[in-house]
T-cell receptor, first 111, second 112 residues
Framework: GENVEQHPSTLSVQEGDSAVIKCTYS??????FPWYKQELGKRPQLIID?????GEKKDQRIAVTLNKTAKHFSLHITETQPEDSAVYFC??????????FGKGNQVVVIP | EAQVTQNPRYLITVTGKKLTVTCSQN?????MSWYRQDPGLGLRQIYY???????DKGDVPEGYKVSRKEKRNFPLILESPSPNQTSLYFC???????????FGDGTRLSIL
Protein backbone atom coordinates (compact mmCIF):
# COMPACT_ATOMS: atom_id res chain seq x y z
CA GLY A 1 0.00 0.00 0.00
CA GLU A 2 0.88 3.66 -0.10
CA ASN A 3 3.22 5.00 2.57
CA VAL A 4 2.74 8.70 3.29
CA GLU A 5 5.13 10.42 5.69
CA GLN A 6 5.09 13.96 7.01
CA HIS A 7 7.96 16.04 8.40
CA PRO A 8 8.41 17.61 10.87
CA SER A 9 5.87 16.20 13.32
CA THR A 10 5.67 19.50 15.19
CA LEU A 11 6.47 22.96 13.89
CA SER A 12 6.53 26.18 15.89
CA VAL A 13 6.69 29.49 14.05
CA GLN A 14 6.51 33.13 15.03
CA GLU A 15 3.43 34.94 13.86
CA GLY A 16 4.11 36.49 10.48
CA ASP A 17 6.78 33.96 9.51
CA SER A 18 6.33 31.20 6.94
CA ALA A 19 5.69 27.54 7.68
CA VAL A 20 6.60 24.65 5.40
CA ILE A 21 5.48 21.05 5.87
CA LYS A 22 6.86 18.33 3.65
CA CYS A 23 5.16 15.08 2.75
CA THR A 24 6.67 12.07 0.97
CA TYR A 25 4.82 9.23 -0.70
CA SER A 26 5.87 5.87 -2.06
CA UNK A 27 3.53 5.02 -4.95
CA UNK A 28 4.75 6.61 -8.19
CA UNK A 29 1.24 6.17 -9.66
CA UNK A 30 -0.33 8.50 -7.08
CA UNK A 31 -2.03 11.40 -8.86
CA UNK A 32 -3.97 13.41 -6.26
CA PHE A 33 -2.45 15.11 -3.21
CA PRO A 34 -4.74 16.99 -0.79
CA TRP A 35 -3.92 18.82 2.44
CA TYR A 36 -6.38 18.91 5.33
CA LYS A 37 -6.43 21.16 8.36
CA GLN A 38 -7.86 19.96 11.65
CA GLU A 39 -8.44 22.44 14.43
CA LEU A 40 -8.69 21.17 17.99
CA GLY A 41 -11.89 19.20 18.48
CA LYS A 42 -13.01 19.69 14.90
CA ARG A 43 -13.22 17.62 11.75
CA PRO A 44 -10.51 17.68 9.07
CA GLN A 45 -11.23 20.15 6.30
CA LEU A 46 -9.61 20.44 2.89
CA ILE A 47 -7.48 23.55 2.50
CA ILE A 48 -5.74 22.90 -0.80
CA ASP A 49 -5.06 20.05 -3.21
CA UNK A 50 -2.89 19.42 -6.25
CA UNK A 51 -2.96 16.92 -9.08
CA UNK A 52 0.00 15.19 -10.66
CA UNK A 53 -0.10 17.24 -13.86
CA UNK A 54 0.55 20.47 -11.94
CA GLY A 55 3.73 21.53 -10.14
CA GLU A 56 2.37 24.27 -7.93
CA LYS A 57 -0.94 25.69 -6.78
CA LYS A 58 -1.62 28.76 -4.70
CA ASP A 59 -4.62 30.06 -2.77
CA GLN A 60 -4.00 33.33 -0.95
CA ARG A 61 -1.50 32.57 1.85
CA ILE A 62 -1.40 28.84 1.15
CA ALA A 63 0.50 27.06 -1.60
CA VAL A 64 1.34 23.48 -2.42
CA THR A 65 4.28 22.31 -4.54
CA LEU A 66 4.71 18.86 -6.03
CA ASN A 67 7.92 17.12 -7.06
CA LYS A 68 6.89 13.90 -8.78
CA THR A 69 10.45 12.79 -9.45
CA ALA A 70 11.37 12.93 -5.79
CA LYS A 71 7.86 11.86 -4.72
CA HIS A 72 7.26 14.65 -2.29
CA PHE A 73 4.90 17.58 -1.96
CA SER A 74 4.95 20.48 0.45
CA LEU A 75 2.50 22.86 2.06
CA HIS A 76 3.61 26.47 2.35
CA ILE A 77 1.83 28.93 4.63
CA THR A 78 3.01 32.53 4.44
CA GLU A 79 2.40 35.35 6.93
CA THR A 80 1.23 32.89 9.56
CA GLN A 81 -1.52 33.92 11.94
CA PRO A 82 -2.68 32.40 15.26
CA GLU A 83 -5.67 30.83 13.50
CA ASP A 84 -3.24 28.78 11.41
CA SER A 85 -2.42 26.78 14.56
CA ALA A 86 -3.79 23.29 13.88
CA VAL A 87 -2.87 19.78 12.81
CA TYR A 88 -2.24 19.45 9.08
CA PHE A 89 -2.63 16.14 7.25
CA CYS A 90 -1.34 15.35 3.80
CA UNK A 91 -2.75 12.50 1.75
CA UNK A 92 -2.15 10.72 -1.54
CA UNK A 93 -4.29 8.47 -3.71
CA UNK A 94 -3.13 5.00 -4.64
CA UNK A 95 -4.58 2.04 -6.45
CA UNK A 96 -7.90 2.86 -8.08
CA UNK A 97 -9.85 3.79 -5.01
CA UNK A 98 -7.67 4.40 -1.97
CA UNK A 99 -6.59 7.54 -0.16
CA UNK A 100 -3.78 7.30 2.41
CA PHE A 101 -3.16 9.97 5.04
CA GLY A 102 0.03 10.92 6.79
CA LYS A 103 0.26 11.02 10.58
CA GLY A 104 -0.19 14.77 10.75
CA ASN A 105 1.88 17.83 11.66
CA GLN A 106 1.11 20.02 14.64
CA VAL A 107 1.70 23.67 13.68
CA VAL A 108 1.90 26.19 16.50
CA VAL A 109 1.92 29.88 15.64
CA ILE A 110 3.43 31.92 18.46
CA PRO A 111 1.93 35.41 18.77
CA GLU B 1 -26.60 22.48 3.45
CA ALA B 2 -24.14 19.82 2.22
CA GLN B 3 -23.09 17.70 5.15
CA VAL B 4 -22.02 14.36 6.54
CA THR B 5 -23.87 13.46 9.73
CA GLN B 6 -22.56 10.95 12.25
CA ASN B 7 -24.38 9.61 15.30
CA PRO B 8 -23.75 9.35 18.13
CA ARG B 9 -21.10 12.03 18.72
CA TYR B 10 -20.00 10.42 21.97
CA LEU B 11 -20.48 6.93 23.35
CA ILE B 12 -19.15 5.11 26.39
CA THR B 13 -19.92 1.42 26.41
CA VAL B 14 -18.60 -1.90 27.64
CA THR B 15 -16.63 -4.69 26.03
CA GLY B 16 -18.71 -7.05 23.93
CA LYS B 17 -21.84 -4.92 23.60
CA LYS B 18 -22.64 -4.52 19.91
CA LEU B 19 -22.86 -0.97 18.66
CA THR B 20 -23.49 0.87 15.42
CA VAL B 21 -22.28 4.30 14.41
CA THR B 22 -24.41 5.79 11.67
CA CYS B 23 -23.19 7.99 8.85
CA SER B 24 -25.39 9.80 6.36
CA GLN B 25 -24.52 12.23 3.55
CA ASN B 26 -26.81 14.42 1.47
CA UNK B 27 -24.48 15.13 -1.46
CA UNK B 28 -25.27 12.05 -3.57
CA UNK B 29 -21.66 10.91 -3.21
CA UNK B 30 -20.63 7.47 -4.44
CA UNK B 31 -17.50 7.15 -2.29
CA MET B 32 -17.72 6.84 1.50
CA SER B 33 -15.10 5.90 4.08
CA TRP B 34 -14.59 5.30 7.76
CA TYR B 35 -11.42 6.40 9.51
CA ARG B 36 -10.15 6.12 13.03
CA GLN B 37 -7.89 8.76 14.50
CA ASP B 38 -5.48 7.90 17.30
CA PRO B 39 -2.75 10.12 18.79
CA GLY B 40 0.42 9.90 16.74
CA LEU B 41 -1.13 7.59 14.15
CA GLY B 42 -3.07 10.04 12.01
CA LEU B 43 -6.14 8.98 10.07
CA ARG B 44 -6.30 5.29 9.24
CA GLN B 45 -8.90 3.96 6.87
CA ILE B 46 -11.09 1.19 8.26
CA TYR B 47 -13.44 0.46 5.36
CA TYR B 48 -14.54 2.23 2.22
CA UNK B 49 -17.34 1.93 -0.29
CA UNK B 50 -17.25 2.84 -3.96
CA UNK B 51 -21.04 2.63 -4.33
CA UNK B 52 -24.15 0.83 -3.12
CA UNK B 53 -23.39 -2.80 -2.20
CA UNK B 54 -19.67 -2.27 -2.95
CA UNK B 55 -17.46 -2.21 0.14
CA ASP B 56 -13.82 -3.08 0.77
CA LYS B 57 -11.31 -3.26 3.59
CA GLY B 58 -9.04 -0.39 4.39
CA ASP B 59 -5.87 -0.57 6.45
CA VAL B 60 -7.37 -1.51 9.84
CA PRO B 61 -10.61 -3.47 9.23
CA GLU B 62 -10.28 -6.05 12.04
CA GLY B 63 -13.19 -5.95 14.46
CA TYR B 64 -15.40 -3.78 12.23
CA LYS B 65 -18.17 -4.34 9.71
CA VAL B 66 -19.90 -2.00 7.30
CA SER B 67 -22.83 -2.07 4.94
CA ARG B 68 -23.95 0.13 2.05
CA LYS B 69 -27.57 -0.65 1.29
CA GLU B 70 -28.40 2.91 0.31
CA LYS B 71 -26.22 5.52 -1.33
CA ARG B 72 -26.55 8.04 1.48
CA ASN B 73 -25.88 5.74 4.46
CA PHE B 74 -22.73 3.91 5.51
CA PRO B 75 -23.00 2.54 9.06
CA LEU B 76 -20.01 1.23 11.00
CA ILE B 77 -20.73 -1.82 13.11
CA LEU B 78 -18.69 -3.11 16.03
CA GLU B 79 -20.07 -6.58 16.71
CA SER B 80 -18.03 -7.19 19.86
CA PRO B 81 -16.21 -3.99 20.83
CA SER B 82 -12.93 -4.20 22.71
CA PRO B 83 -10.93 -1.52 24.57
CA ASN B 84 -8.43 -1.21 21.69
CA GLN B 85 -11.26 0.19 19.59
CA THR B 86 -11.48 3.22 21.83
CA SER B 87 -10.83 6.01 19.38
CA LEU B 88 -12.16 9.00 17.47
CA TYR B 89 -13.99 7.90 14.34
CA PHE B 90 -14.69 9.93 11.22
CA CYS B 91 -16.95 9.19 8.31
CA UNK B 92 -16.18 10.90 5.00
CA UNK B 93 -17.75 11.10 1.57
CA UNK B 94 -16.85 12.36 -1.89
CA UNK B 95 -17.68 11.62 -5.50
CA UNK B 96 -14.42 9.63 -5.76
CA UNK B 97 -11.14 9.23 -3.80
CA UNK B 98 -9.43 11.84 -5.98
CA UNK B 99 -11.93 14.52 -5.00
CA UNK B 100 -12.16 16.50 -1.72
CA UNK B 101 -13.36 14.40 1.17
CA UNK B 102 -16.19 15.80 3.29
CA PHE B 103 -15.82 14.67 6.88
CA GLY B 104 -18.45 14.29 9.54
CA ASP B 105 -17.95 15.85 12.97
CA GLY B 106 -16.57 12.64 14.45
CA THR B 107 -17.69 10.07 17.00
CA ARG B 108 -15.67 9.56 20.15
CA LEU B 109 -16.00 5.97 21.31
CA SER B 110 -14.82 4.72 24.69
CA ILE B 111 -14.92 0.96 25.23
CA LEU B 112 -14.47 -0.02 28.88
Amino acid sequence: GENVEQHPSTLSVQEGDSAVIKCTYSDSASNYFPWYKQELGKRPQLIIDIRSNVGEKKDQRIAVTLNKTAKHFSLHITETQPEDSAVYFCAATYGNNRLAFGKGNQVVVIP
Amino acid sequence: EAQVTQNPRYLITVTGKKLTVTCSQNMNHEYMSWYRQDPGLGLRQIYYSMNVEVTDKGDVPEGYKVSRKEKRNFPLILESPSPNQTSLYFCASSSRPSQPQHFGDGTRLSIL
